[in-house]
């Protein structure tokens, strides 16, 4: 019975530290089946669709200065080369496109490393000293006590387990929303030369930075939790009891659950900040 409320106990704690790990890898990372897929799909079928949409801008554009042009008496003999280089620098940013999505990827993901670095390293759990305090707390409680801890691990147990499935649904659904904007990045900047549409291009690369910098907030997030949870490394075994032990498991799990509200959050303080829709 000693072990096993040991085990899970520690298991729970070695799952804090472990559940914001994807967080730090790239799209390729992640999956690279599923990123070379995305960049196929990019390339292949979204890139021809929106040189078709560029096109199609661009005569616009080209019908729009001659009428002006017309209207105003003067001659055309310059618009040709105005549409010619506005083709090169919008056909440029549109081939430019996933160079651009992973700078602003990279800035974030250099964040998230910088915090993840910085929280591990003064705030990380010492898992050895854990399972030492808690071993000392399990085997000076009596044989009721430690029924009682048992009861109320499996429950703690059961619904730290539920948070941490959800924080990492979360986490993997910000991958996914991530690899969705790379394979359809083409579309929306091929709005670029149409003064009206253009917005939608704008919107774009602001909704995915946003995306990026979710990552940094789940990151931020996570390791409060992860700090949070340190509290039941630090605590004196001489000075504490069960009851005391129950509590600051009932409190660690209360922290994994408002940890779980502020990861559904955090695209909303994502989306704030970089004021996309």
């Keep these: 019975m000693e072990e096993w409320i040991v085990n899970t106990i520690i298991n729970m704690i070695t799952n804090v530290t472990s559940v914001g790990s994807d967080l730090i890898k790239t799209p390729e990372e992640f999956n690279a089946t599923i990123y070379t897929g995305i960049l196929n799909i990019q390339k292949n079928i979204i890139t021809p669709i929106a040189l078709v949409i560029l096109a199609i801008f661009l005569l616009l554009e080209l019908q729009s200065i001659t009428t002006r042009t017309d209207t105003m008496g003067e001659r055309g003999f310059e618009i040709p080369f105005k549409i010619m280089i506005k083709f090169i620098i919008c056909k440029t940013a549109l081939d430019m496109t996933p160079l651009i999505l992973s700078a602003i990827f990279n800035v974030s993901q250099e964040i998230i490393v910088g915090i993840n670095g910085i929280f591990s390293g003064s705030g990380g759990l010492d898992i050895g000293s854990a399972r030492e305090t808690i071993e000392q707390l399990v085997s000076n409680a ?50 670029i030369p149409n003064a009206e549409q253009s917005s939608i291009a704008k919107n774009f690369l602001k909704s995915f930075t946003a995306v990026s910098i979710q990552g940094v907030l789940m990151c931020i997030s996570i390791a409060i939790m992860g700090i949070l949870f340190s509290g039941i490394v630090t605590i004196d075994p001489s000075n504490i009891d069960s009851t005391n032990l129950l509590s600051l498991l009932w409190e660690c799990t209360g922290y994994s659950i408002i940890t779980v509200f502020a990861l559904l959050s955090s695209g909303k303080w994502a989306k704030s900040i970089c004021n996309a829709m």
Excluded: C, H, Q, W
Aim: no cysteine; charged share 10%.
């Design 142 to 191: 009596d044989f009721l006590e430690k029924v009682l801890i048992m009861i109320n691990v499996v429950i703690i147990n059961t619904i730290s387990f539920i948070s941490n499935i959800l924080i990492t649904a979360i986490i993997y659904g910000r991958m996914i929303e991530m690899y969705v904007f790379i394979g359809i990045a083409p579309l929306p900047m091929a709005t």
